[in-house]
């Protein structure tokens, strides 16, 4: 299975595709007035920005960039530094690159509303092949225990973050995810990686 397509509001649907054209190198397919333009990327993802703004029934983006936004992979640190350069000598505010979760990355606010993030590849290793079960009485919490010998995630020997997305720096770490699905109750135990949830 693949994801075939993303949909999403925009307050500006043409500013948009031109800024997805110029910075993101992606093709238009359609363009529809102001009310939509489709665009796809090298890999076949469909883009599609509309501004149906008789059905928003209320709806608006979020302020915190963390809550929905979407993201493009860079092959370096230096790849996200000259986009951001780009982009701020272009005039557009964006927070400046710095390390999260291992990758370099930042975020900006497109026209249309929603936030993209500018990013290297985050190290996270696959889940440990131990099964994920339920723990305890309660059905709504999960966790996959790390294994003895690598119960937390390590830098590199020079102790420095992650700089390009073939050169992982959390090597050997094996992820203890907790899983918690009850309310806002949060369980953390020794070795756990809080924020992959």
Known sequence: ???????????????????????????????????????????????????????????????????????????????????????????????????????????FRAKGGYFIEVTTLTPVRSAPKKPIMATGSNPHVWSAEPSADHSRPRRCSDGTANNTSTTPCWQGATLWRTYVHAHHDRQQRPGAIQGFL
């Open 1 to 107: 299975m693949k994801l075939n397509h993303i949909n999403l509001y925009s307050h500006d649907t043409e500013a948009d595709r031109t800024m997805f054209e110029h910075y993101f190198g992606l093709r238009t397919l359609v363009v529809r007035g102001t009310k939509m333009a489709i665009m796809q990327d090298d890999d076949g993802l469909v883009l599609i920005v509309n501004h149906f703004d008789k059905k928003l029934d209320g709806f608006d983006y979020p302020k915190q960039l963390d809550i929905l936004h979407i993201g493009f992979i860079q092959d370096s640190c230096e790849a996200v530094d000259a986009l951001h350069a780009r982009l701020s000598g272009d005039g557009w505010e964006t927070q400046a690159p710095h390390e999260a979760h291992g990758a370099w990355s930042f975020y």
